[in-house]
């Protein structure tokens, strides 16, 4: 039997959840699509839904100790800009860029420790 996908999400479980849409808000710019106050939200970005939710607290252990699990990557087209913008929120890069075969990157993290790759093609 197969199956076709129709449509992805990826989401980060937050305790935190209006400190961290509220950062989101500030980085991406834009007011999430769908907003259900204290329990869920979610951003329309190129190529990607992106959700944010707070756990029901039935379910809450099983998102201990996963902070920091997930990368965004995102490709921008002025990676200085990026970097000011995140400097402006207070999560300024921790390293300078890198330079890969395909741009430049830097690797900085939300307010929650999850890592965003921001990336820059040449």
Same mark, same amino acid.
């Given at each position: ?8 999400? &990826?989401?980060?479980?937050? #305790? =935190?959840?209006? /400190? *961290? ?47 920091? &699990?997930?990368?965004?990557? #995102? =490709?921008?087209? /002025? *990676? ?43």
């Amino acid at each position: 039997m197969t199956f076709k996908i129709q449509g992805s999400l &990826a989401t980060i479980a937050t #305790l =935190e959840l209006n /400190n *961290l849409v509220e950062f989101y808000i500030l980085f991406l710019r834009q007011e999430p699509r769908i907003w259900v106050a204290d329990v869920y939200a979610e951003f329309e970005i190129p190529g990607l839904r992106f959700g944010l939710f707070k756990p029901r607290s039935s379910d809450q252990p099983a998102f201990e100790g996963n902070r920091g &699990a997930m990368s965004l990557c #995102l =490709e921008v087209e /002025n *990676l200085e800009a990026a970097i000011a913008s995140l400097t402006e929120l207070g999560q300024a890069p921790e390293e300078a860029s890198v330079t890969t075969d395909y741009g430049i990157e830097i690797y900085a993290y939300d307010p929650e420790g999850n890592r965003l790759i921001l990336y820059q093609k040449y």
